[in-house]
């Protein structure tokens, strides 16, 4: 065989490999509704729901509505975060129809914090519950969603829960970006281990992450990460240091948020969040990309390019990366369409995470909803995943 064979084969291995550890791994993960909901005579859990708004008055009213329709009745903390649109007028509207509704505005930003960070520490300090919900401003739960993670929390002995959620998608190009980045996600983090070994990375969720109030403030809150861009991960690590036990569960039909529109609005709302996935270092983004252009990329180009045994590896290659996506296609409701755009999968993901890195460096930091964090001093307060 030449050597074009051997790599095609070591791709067909990797693949295969990686794929069959994501659709039995997946498979363990325990689902939110399937869980039993706590009974009447159940002592219910003081929960504490704290959410950072900063122009959010589009998508803000939906989720906060959901939240206070809870059959867990938490305390709701909205805290708005310099909000210069319609956000102030809505959460005014809400309050007084809601008086369980608590809101705190933050008109400047201290020294040395992300603005999403400070927000969250600064509505924990004000919460009352025994437990912490942290979550975005366009997260929409079902009635019983939280009722059902505290209860869960209790019973299991967790400090920290984190929640997938479901992620609706109608753009096919944006659900064919949504597979291979739920895969690579699913690959790098293996959530379903979480809490079975100390030695597991933990796995922290913006939409859905619960933590125990005594814990979170024992291990410093989110003081201890002022400076994470990927500030969920980031807590969930910092538990975890902290002996925290933590878990994750599916939150299909519990949990949703419309995260992107579409490809580009991907692109856009990744910018700050990419390079510090791989600490800050070019080598690891460089890296990491050739290895997704080789698993997802090469396999579609190798069947047009190739001959012999090599073209029959990639082809087998194509055909389990599509029949990956299928089935995730089924469980998530993405449009079949998606299925089509599944060569350019790989590409786009790359172009995604090169293109985000270089902005970073050439604009020589982040700029989130309007602040500009200088690169070093993203680096001085990162964390490693």
């Not at 007084?96 to 520490?121: C, F, I, S, T, Y």
């Not at 800050?280 to 390019?305: D, F, I, K, N």
């Not at 970073?360 to 001085?380: A, I, Q």
Request: with cysteine.
């Amino acid at each position: 065989m030449t050597w074009v064979d051997w790599m095609s084969l070591a791709v067909l291995a990797l693949c295969a490999a990686t794929l069959f550890e994501v659709h039995l791994g997946a498979r363990r993960l325990r689902y939110l509704r399937d869980l039993e909901a706590p009974g009447a005579d159940t002592t219910p859990l003081r929960v504490s729901v704290v959410v950072p708004a900063l122009n959010e008055a589009d998508t803000l009213e939906p989720a906060l509505r959901s939240l206070l329709a809870s059959e867990a009745r938490p305390e709701v903390v909205v805290v708005d975060d310099r909000s210069t649109d319609a956000t102030p007028q809505v959460l005014a509207r809400l309050q007084a129809e809601q008086p369980r509704l608590r809101v705190l505005r933050v008109d400047r930003l201290p020294e040395g914090w992300l603005g999403k960070n400070h927000a969250l520490q600064q509505g924990a300090a004000h919460a009352s519950g025994e437990w912490l919900l942290f979550t975005d401003a366009d997260v929409v739960f079902e009635p019983s969603a939280i009722a059902r993670a505290a209860h869960h929390c209790r019973h299991a002995g967790l400090d920290h829960l984190a929640v997938l959620p479901d992620v609706p998608v109608r753009d096919p190009l944006l659900a064919s970006l949504m597979l291979g980045f739920q895969t690579l996600f699913l690959a790098r983090f293996r959530p379903w281990r979480v809490g079975g070994s100390a030695r597991q990375a933990p796995v922290g969720v913006g939409a859905f992450n619960m933590v125990r109030a005594s814990t979170y403030r024992a291990a410093g809150g989110h003081a201890a990460l002022p400076l994470a861009v990927i500030d969920d991960m980031a807590l969930a690590c910092v538990l975890h240091d902290h002996g925290a036990r933590s878990g994750v569960m599916a939150g299909a039909e519990m949990v949703r948020v419309a995260w992107y529109a579409d490809a580009g609005a991907m692109f856009r709302g990744l910018e700050k969040n990419l390079f510090a996935a791989f600490d800050y270092q070019w080598w690891r983004a460089l890296s990491a990309g050739a290895l997704v252009l080789m698993l997802q990329a090469w396999p579609y180009l190798g069947v047009l390019v190739t001959n012999g045994p090599a073209r029959v590896f990639n082809l087998v290659s194509v055909l389990l990366w599509v029949a990956a996506s299928a089935e995730m296609v089924r469980e998530t409701g993405y449009p079949r369409r998606c299925l089509l755009y599944l060569p350019l999968s790989g590409l786009m993901t790359v172009a995604m995470w090169w293109r985000a890195c270089w902005l970073t460096w050439r604009r020589g930091g982040v700029v989130w909803r309007g602040t500009h964090y200088p690169l070093d001093t993203l680096r001085r307060g990162h964390r490693p995943l």
